[in-house]
């Protein structure tokens, strides 16, 4: 399986889940709920429920609220960006603060960790380099005229995508630009890059195909793919209605799938913008979305998120339970993890559907959810972040709907093997016949050559005893005439006598 490199940041999409968290809060702050009927008659407070049981820790540090997150590759750091121009980098390991990175003049839109270094993009157009451990900024970038919104380092190239209609791609040593990709006619949201060695596959010939892939998303409605060495658009992906807003590949590298504004997911053909299949069944904009194997996980704005076959088209799950916007996701060892806009996060048996625990502490809505070894890192709107424990989720995975598909599994496995042992019995049966019938061939052959000369001799002895027998009788009627003729005459005699 390859690794591609996915954008990861925010667009208006912050701004869009703050507006719409605090219409929900005002709407349902206080009311009839909140209170029950006491013992003694009188209307009292219901007491609050525990809905921070499994929650470890809540990182406090910023000022405003959250937009974006990431973790490095060990899942001991995350970095966060928010409204208050700050990254802050955490370590989960210990649960407390790290580094503050202090030095963009507006609001943080993207963030990345790799390796020993950080990157973050800002509303103020640049993009900057530090170093984790000193949190000093190495590298300050420059050259887009309007708000960055995603980022990709690879180590050897620096990927940037903004509302100036424009992607770039820098040497991230020293900030120096090479390439700038034009042609978008609206701004750009995600970015994906996906690098040679995983481009080329055992299937294609081309030697040309064998090339670096950077692929971009844009509020124009159409993605695409650019030429690494010139930096000229290769394939624009054609046939949405509506702005792309997340992008995905599936694990060979050559099939791309476009989330969009106009309510579905569209599949690709990578290499020649071909599109495969239109996947429609969500009511409002698709948010996010996470390829694993052959099926495919999306989050939207309609409140629920989806499970698709991406072969072909169907949806075999809704996840249900999400009062607002999903706004991310995702898949690991057989569950299913969502970040939503009613200030939760959730947990769901992505095989059944069945919603197995609610993750609730968080004031305003969550930005970004990440998973680390037997933990879940929320970040949030209301400035936070949370550390939930997930060690013991898989083990409380339900049966529900399990059962009824491992039945239906197993028996769609006996009919297949009864109907391939039957098809096998009658490819016997006719090849016995077949044999059989061979043999009575061949068998009455050879008792013909056998039977051939005793046959040719009695037919040539019966020809000769039928020549015999009628030669016998044809001397014998004239012997008799003759006798006849002598007794007249005798007659004749005595009578004249």
């Known amino acids: ?95 407390k603060l790290f580094k503050v990175l202090k030095g963009h003049k507006s609001y943080l839109t993207c963030v990345q960790l790799l390796e020993e270094y950080a990157y973050t993009g800002s509303a103020d157009k640049t993009v900057r380099k530090w170093d984790i451990q000193t949190g000093h900024c190495e590298v300050v970038i ?51 890059y996906i690098p040679a060695e995983d481009a080329l596959k055992d299937d294609v010939t081309d030697i040309d195909s064998n090339k ?83 099926l495919m996980y999306t989050g939207s704005s309609d409140q629920r998120a989806k499970c698709w076959i991406t072969e072909f088209g169907d949806c075999t799950r809704t996840y249900d339970g999400h009062k607002h916007t999903v706004s991310s ?15 939760s996060a959730r947990v769901f048996d992505a095989k059944s559907g069945a919603l197995k625990r609610t993750f609730k502490g968080h004031d305003f809505c969550i930005n970004a959810i990440a998973l680390v070894p037997n933990r879940m890192i929320t970040a949030s709107h209301d400035a936070t972040v949370k550390i939930w424990d997930i060690e013991d989720v898989k083990e409380d995975i339900t049966n529900f709907g399990e059962d009824d598909e491992d039945k239906e599994k197993e028996e769609k496995k006996k009919k297949k093997k009864a109907e391939k042992e039957r098809k096998e019995k009658e490819k016997r049966e006719k090849k016995e016949r077949e044999k059989n019938k061979k043999n009575q061939v061949e068998s009455v052959e050879m008792t013909d050559q056998t039977s051939l000369p005793e046959k040719n001799e009695f037919e040539n002895n019966e020809k000769q005893g039928e020549t015999g027998s009628t030669g016998s ?25």
């Open 212 to 294: 670096d892939m950077f692929i971009t998303g844009s509020a124009d409605g159409t993605a695409k793919s650019w030429n690494m060495d010139s930096g000229d658009c290769e394939v624009t992906f054609r046939g949405h209605k509506g702005g792309i807003l997340c992008l995905s590949a599936d694990s060979t590298g050559t099939v791309l799938f476009t989330g969009s504004g106009d309510c579905t997911v569209r599949s690709w053909n990578i290499t020649n913008g071909d599109q495969f299949k239109v996947f429609e069944g969500h009511e409002s904009a698709i948010v996010c979305l996470q390829v694993i194997n052959k």
């Open 473 to 497: 009788e044809k001397k014998d009627p004239e012997k008799g005439a003759n006798d006849t003729d002598d007794d007249i005459e005798a007659i004749s005699r005595d009578m004249g006598d």
């Open 142 to 192: 420059e050259g887009h005229a309007g708000p960055i919104n995603r980022l990709i380092c690879t180590g050897d190239f620096l990927f940037t995508g903004s509302y100036d209609r424009t992607a770039m791609c820098w040497d991230p040593d020293d900030g120096e630009l090479l390439h700038i990709f034009r042609g978008h006619k609206r701004g750009i949201t995600p970015l994906m």
């Open 329 to 343: 996701l995702r898949f690991r060892d057989g569950l299913l993890y969502t970040g939503c806009g009613d200030n």
């Open 1 to 95: 399986m390859f690794k591609f490199k996915m954008g990861c940041g925010t667009s208006t999409k912050a701004e869009q889940l703050k507006n719409e968290d605090e219409k929900f809060n005002k709407d349902n702050k206080g009311g009839e709920d909140e209170y029950e009927i006491g013992k003694d008659g009188k209307k009292v407070k219901k007491k609050k429920k525990k809905d921070d049981e499994y929650l470890l820790q809540t990182l406090q540090g910023h000022k405003g609220g959250i937009n974006c997150m990431g973790t490095n590759e060990t899942g001991q750091y995350i970095i966060t960006g928010s409204e208050d121009k700050t990254a802050i980098i955490w370590d989960v390991n210990i649960k």
